[in-house]
């Protein structure tokens, strides 16, 4: 995932748009489920359009108990696929009371 900077200071040379990771790589690398210490990978679209079209039915909470109402727009899925991290004001949410459980959820 790529998100273009649109202000000024997020140009480049001649104005082009700058881009970067939404997490950046060398962050990702060292980023680990804080369980089951499997590396993460950051979540796509499909998987987060199904997870937000879930959470919009109702339903989803967190590991912690808590419904989850607002959408995910960035989140980090656990190797096994169990569990996805939110990303907030880009930053990994790396709790385990924080992640969501995507069995049952994004399918």
């Known amino acids: 995932m790529w998100e273009t900077a649109e202000s000024d200071a997020g140009r480049g040379a001649k104005g082009a748009p700058r881009r970067h990771p939404l997490v950046e790589q060398a962050l990702l690398d060292i980023l680990v489920c804080p369980e089951s210490r499997q590396p993460v990978r950051v979540a796509d679209e499909g998987l ?6 879930a ?11 808590e419904l989850v109402t607002e959408p995910v727009r960035e989140g ?4 096994d696929g169990l569990f996805l991290y939110p990303v907030r004001d880009d930053i990994p949410i790396m709790l385990i009371d924080e992640a969501i459980p995507l069995e049952g959820t994004t399918t």
């Open 48 to 53: 987060l359009a199904r997870l937000n079209a």
């Open 55 to 65: 959470i919009e039915a109702g339903g989803v909470q967190n590991r912690g108990g």
């Open 76 to 79: 980090l899925v656990r190797e």
